[in-house]
């Protein structure tokens, strides 16, 4: 069987025979197929690249018929179940588990880099009181940039894996900070002795103690929520790290642009819609209702549906049996029971089943966070956390893979056709 696919033009009989690799044919390999010589050739039209890869990736694998996801080969399941996220994340970026002492210096390098320049809480302090903790992080990750010249040099490695340090250690003294400022409490410096998720918790919430303890309980939930959200391929922030990176620019610039994809509804703002949602729907009895209005196309069923997964999104999965243990330990949030309702209603209704969509990462994640303190506008941060790992991988992927130039796709023009500029006084 050859691996090759053979196209007729049916404008001119002439036929084409284009290599397939790993499933796919080559764009510009279409460029060839012209009615005239000197026409451009063909091109696909793909919007909001429905199906279209736009790299090779050895970083995220996922099935979204079957629920699979794995970082670099290893499940998700296994991960949320075994690791933490500072080896999680040592996984995503340099491609291995850490071994003891490879973990160990890896704690270390990210524990020294927690502390932020005292320039950037001025900064944050330039926000209103109300700011949006999320436009106040993305805001402060670019400004990075300015402290850190450095990074423009962005084929020195030495210099991209400082950077990589400095943003795994700082992002969440940054997502803190905002939080803080935005009820006024003083910031609280980073406490070494923690791990990330500890040190990250003690930030936020530690008062006049003299020492935070963070709960285990949570701590660990917060830790595993991190695993799950560190990577998921080419996502629409993940695309703008890629997308804006491939400008050459410095990664916290880049980082910058895809927090701010994140911060959109439809992505990682999605978990603060759920909660908005729930709030909204206010009691079971309007359950029903509520779901009628969404079949009527009167807005969406938040924390439902997916790109990628046609199934239930196996983060979500392992969301709700953390959300069990937090719940232990916080009470029950009560928004949960309309959640269960919904999801139990979704799931039997043919709109959804027919349409493939389920459960995903956020429907449980925002109940969880609300659970343990976060307050709603928090959820979009706390998912960049994380992430920034996944972008970092991906972003440096990117810049090391030959066949990446800077991204610019092309179009199908559909405007006017050329036309001679009428001046002012002739124009109706
Ligand atoms: N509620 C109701 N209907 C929906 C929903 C939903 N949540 N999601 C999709 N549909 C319908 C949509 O109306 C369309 O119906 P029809 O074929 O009759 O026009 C069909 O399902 C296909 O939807 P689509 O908009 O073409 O699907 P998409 O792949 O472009 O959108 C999505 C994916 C995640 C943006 C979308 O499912 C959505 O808006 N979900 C709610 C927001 C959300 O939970 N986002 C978090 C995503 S997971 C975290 C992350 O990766 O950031």
């Given at each position: 069987?050859?691996?090759?696919?053979?196209?007729?033009?049916?404008?001119?009989?002439?036929?084409?025979?284009?290599?397939?690799?790993?499933?796919?044919?080559?764009?510009?390999?279409l460029r060839?197929?012209?009615?005239?010589p000197?026409?451009?050739?063909?091109?696909?039209?793909?919007?909001?690249?429905?199906?279209?890869?736009?790299?090779?990736?050895?970083?995220?694998?996922?099935?979204?018929?079957?629920?699979?996801?794995?970082?670099?080969?290893?499940?998700?399941?296994?991960?949320?179940?075994?690791?933490?996220?500072?080896?999680?994340?040592?996984?995503?970026?340099?491609?291995?588990?850490?071994?003891?002492?490879?973990?160990?210096?890896?704690?270390?390098?990210?524990?020294?880099?927690t502390?932020?320049?005292?320039?950037?809480?001025?900064?944050?302090?330039?926000?209103?009181?109300?700011?949006?903790?999320?436009?106040?992080?993305?805001?402060?990750?670019?400004?990075?940039?300015?402290?850190?010249?450095?990074?423009?040099?962005?084929?020195?490695?030495?210099?991209?894996?400082?950077?990589?340090?400095r943003?795994?250690?700082?992002?969440?003294?940054?997502a803190?900070?905002?939080?803080?400022?935005?009820?006024?409490?003083?910031?609280?410096?980073?406490?070494?002795?923690?791990?990330?998720?500890?040190?990250?918790?003690?930030?936020?919430?530690?008062?006049?103690?003299?020492?935070y303890?963070?709960h285990?309980?949570?701590?660990?939930?917060?830790?595993?929520?991190?695993?799950?959200?560190?990577?998921?391929?080419?996502?629409?922030?993940?695309?703008?790290m890629?997308?804006?990176?491939?400008?050459?620019?410095?990664?916290?610039?880049?980082?910058?642009?895809?927090?701010?994809?994140?911060?959109?509804?439809?992505?990682?703002?999605?978990?603060?819609?759920?909660?908005?949602?729930?709030?909204?729907?206010?009691?079971?009895?309007?359950?029903?209702?509520?779901?009628?209005?969404?079949?009527?196309?009167?807005?969406?069923?938040?924390?439902?549906?997916?790109?990628?997964y046609?199934?239930?999104?196996?983060?979500a999965?392992?969301?709700?049996?953390?959300?069990?243990?937090?719940?232990?330990?916080?009470?029950?949030?009560?928004?949960?029971?309309?959640?269960?309702?919904?999801?139990?209603i979704?799931?039997?209704?043919?709109?959804?089943?027919?349409?493939?969509?389920?459960?995903?990462?956020?429907?449980?994640?925002?109940?969880?966070?609300?659970?343990?303190?976060?307050?709603?506008?928090?959820?979009?941060?706390?998912f960049?956390?994380p992430?920034?790992?996944?972008?970092?991988?991906?972003?440096?992927?990117?810049?090391?893979?030959?066949?990446?130039?800077?991204?610019?796709?092309?179009?199908?023009?559909?405007?006017?056709?050329?036309?001679?500029?009428?001046?002012?006084?002739?124009?109706?």
């Amino acid at each position: 069987m050859a691996d090759t696919l053979t196209i007729t033009d049916n404008r001119t009989g002439r036929q084409y025979e284009l290599p397939i690799q790993d499933g796919t044919i080559r764009a510009m390999d279409l460029r060839q197929i012209k009615v005239v010589p000197d026409e451009f050739g063909m091109m696909t039209y793909d919007p909001a690249f429905m199906n279209t890869a736009a790299c090779r990736s050895a970083i995220t694998y996922i099935d979204g018929d079957k629920g699979i996801l794995m970082y670099r080969g290893y499940p998700i399941e296994e991960l949320a179940e075994h690791s933490d996220f500072l080896e999680t994340a040592f996984l995503i970026l340099f491609g291995e588990l850490p071994n003891p002492a490879q973990l160990d210096g890896w704690t270390r390098e990210v524990t020294l880099h927690t502390m932020l320049h005292e320039n950037i809480k001025k900064f944050l302090e330039g926000f209103r009181y109300d700011a949006h903790p999320m436009g106040m992080f993305l805001s402060a990750v670019g400004a990075l940039s300015t402290f850190y010249p450095d990074a423009k040099n962005i084929f020195d490695v030495s210099s991209r894996r400082l950077q990589t340090v400095r943003l795994i250690a700082k992002v969440p003294s940054l997502a803190a900070y905002a939080y803080r400022h935005t009820i006024g409490r003083p910031y609280v410096l980073p406490d070494n002795e923690l791990s990330f998720s500890g040190n990250f918790l003690n930030m936020l919430f530690k008062m006049t103690e003299p020492r935070y303890n963070p709960h285990p309980v949570l701590e660990r939930a917060l830790d595993v929520l991190f695993i799950l959200h560190a990577d998921h391929e080419q996502n629409c922030s993940t695309h703008a790290m890629r997308g804006i990176g491939s400008s050459h620019v410095d990664p916290y610039s880049a980082l910058a642009g895809a927090a701010a994809a994140l911060y959109g509804p439809l992505h990682g703002g999605a978990n603060e819609a759920v909660l908005r949602m729930l709030t909204e729907i206010g009691s079971i009895q309007n359950v029903p209702g509520f779901i009628k209005r969404v079949k009527n196309g009167e807005g969406r069923l938040m924390g439902f549906g997916h790109r990628v997964y046609k199934s239930y999104d196996p983060r979500a999965k392992i969301i709700k049996r953390i959300a069990d243990l937090v719940f232990e330990v916080t009470g029950k949030n009560p928004l949960l029971e309309i959640a269960l309702e919904l999801e139990r209603i979704a799931l039997e209704d043919d709109y959804f089943v027919s349409r493939k969509l389920y459960p995903n990462v956020d429907f449980y994640s925002g109940l969880i966070y609300q659970a343990m303190g976060f307050p709603v506008d928090m959820f979009a941060v706390l998912f960049a956390i994380p992430r920034t790992a996944g972008w970092i991988a991906q972003w440096e992927e990117m810049l090391t893979d030959s066949e990446q130039k800077i991204a610019r796709p092309r179009q199908v023009y559909i405007g006017s056709p050329r036309r001679a500029y009428v001046s002012r006084d002739k124009r109706k």
